[in-house]
């Protein structure tokens, strides 16, 4: 098989030197230039599978051009800064990858995998590529570049054909029904219906008939028969979220639609046959609730088939900027925005360093609002105020009445919140930099090891300002 080969573009000696060396090592047949004027010549008369360009150095028409001549070659954008406009950019422009320089083996290593043959095209393990409509990568977490995320949506489209119950966990606001959505619409049962039902804001005394239905004359009231949700999602699926709040009962008779699939309607004396398939969405650890009796271990069981377990978004932040130009894309034109309306650099920036408390939820709704309202300040007030504490909130002043000085005014920069949540980043520090140093800094095993994406390692790592220490 013909070897691979790879266009560099970039003005820094010292870089292409580095590419080249490691690129020739690993096989590949390598191509490199300072200018942009020669990369186009270059792409004008030859194809090559693999295009790295600097940013800084190629500008945003000049990589539009390079993908333009070499439409299906990947690319993989560089630079020295890692702002969230930056990196909208690059993603908005076809790049699968985007790293910042000083480039290292390991993170150049993970950014080729996938690229195994001569004009391999389309999806690399989470990345956006033009062969593959955004709003389906957004719903089975394609954007992302954490491996975990990218592992979920493996997962998820090797069992959506089954039959199988799915258990879907995680915070509110992470996904979870978008996820359960994506299963149903990527099965054979994708022409049937999809019924969702809210266990958490349904009153118990009204679940089992909502869920099940019921006869004429079943109760006061009951003038006519009612069919339940599992009756209207015969033949397709249905999503049971937040399962956690369904009551012991009514988890019994859930129970046996798993086993037996059939359960008779409240007041009815015959039973119903019924065909659906289970997704259920929980923000709950179901094994404590097991513990505490607050739920059946059988039904557990039966439910945990194929577990999914989505991460909150502040473990994954590398991926705030692709998902703002997904829901900038999704909502703009709905909320009479220009087509070409961009997020505000000093808007995406504060949400590239926000923890996102709400999740995924929480980033939509501030788009929704930005998009709205036209306010930068407005929206991040909003976000201050869902999560005072932040970095991005300004130093409060309280007053203390003392016994000689009465309302003098002091700076308090921490309240009880921030202090806790400086203990806990301390904590997670000291682990981390325990971990890299007992296995000599090794970052790939030590991000496998404590179990998060190895870009969400060097976030850390950047952001804390850590060095290796020997």
């Not at 690129?23 to 194809?47: I, P, Q, T």
């Not at 979220?241 to 988890?251: F, G, N, R």
């Not at 788009?367 to 909130?393: C, D, H």
Request: charged letters at 25%.
């Amino acid at each position: 098989m013909r070897r691979i080969r790879v266009l560099v573009v970039d003005g820094d000696v010292t870089s292409r030197r580095y590419l080249s060396r490691y690129l020739e090592r690993n096989g590949y047949e390598v191509e490199c230039v300072d200018r942009v004027s020669r990369a186009l010549e270059r792409l004008a008369s030859s194809r090559p599978s693999l295009v790295i360009a600097d940013v800084m150095l190629s500008g945003i028409n000049a990589l539009e051009a390079m993908h333009s001549l070499a439409p299906g070659a990947r690319l993989i954008a560089v630079s020295a800064t890692g702002h969230g406009r930056t990196i909208l950019k690059a993603t908005r422009l076809h790049a699968t990858d985007y790293l910042m320089k000083p480039l290292v083996d390991a993170e150049l290593e993970e950014a080729l995998q996938g690229l195994v043959e001569i004009g391999s095209v389309g999806v690399s393990l989470g990345k956006i590529t033009p062969e593959v409509p955004l709003s389906k990568v957004a719903a089975c977490f394609n954007y992302s570049s954490a491996p975990v995320l990218v592992r979920i949506g493996e997962i998820a489209a090797r069992v959506a054909d089954s039959d199988i119950p799915v258990l879907i966990l995680g915070e509110s606001g992470v996904g979870k029904g978008v996820l359960a959505e994506y299963i149903h619409k990527s099965s054979a049962r994708r022409n049937q219906p999809f019924v969702k039902v809210n266990c958490a804001a349904l009153p118990r005394d009204l679940m089992e008939s909502e869920m099940f239905g019921y006869d004429r004359g079943a109760f006061t009231g009951a003038v006519d028969s009612k069919q339940g949700k599992f009756e209207l999602a015969n033949g397709g699926s249905i999503l049971l979220d937040e399962i956690a709040e369904m009551s012991p009962a009514l988890q019994a008779k859930l129970l046996h639609v798993l086993q037996d699939h059939e359960y008779s309607r409240l007041g009815a004396t015959h039973t119903i046959r019924v065909n659906s398939r289970i997704i259920a969405t929980t923000n709950k650890r179901l094994e404590k609730a097991v513990a505490c009796g607050e739920f059946r271990g059988d039904l557990l069981y039966r439910l945990n088939v194929v577990r999914l377990e989505i991460p909150p978004l502040r473990e994954h932040m590398e991926d705030v900027p692709a998902l703002c130009e997904y829901f900038m894309q999704k909502y703009r034109t709905r909320y009479g925005a220009d087509e070409s309306a961009e997020l505000p650099a000093r808007l995406l920036d504060a949400f590239c360093s926000f923890p996102w408390p709400g999740n995924v939820r929480q980033l939509e709704n501030a788009i929704k609002q930005f998009l709205i309202l036209r306010e930068e300040e407005l929206v991040l007030r909003s976000l201050l105020e869902s999560a005072p504490g932040t970095p991005l909130e300004p130093r409060r002043e309280i007053s203390l009445a003392l016994p000689e000085q009465v309302s003098t005014r002091v700076v308090h920069p921490l309240s009880l919140k921030d202090i806790a949540a400086k203990a806990a980043e301390d904590a997670e520090k000291e682990i981390v930099m325990r971990a890299l140093k007992e296995k000599q800094w090794n970052r790939k095993g030590v991000a496998r090891e404590l179990g998060i994406s190895y870009k969400t390692l060097l976030f850390k790592l950047r952001r804390w300002d850590a060095q290796k220490v020997n």
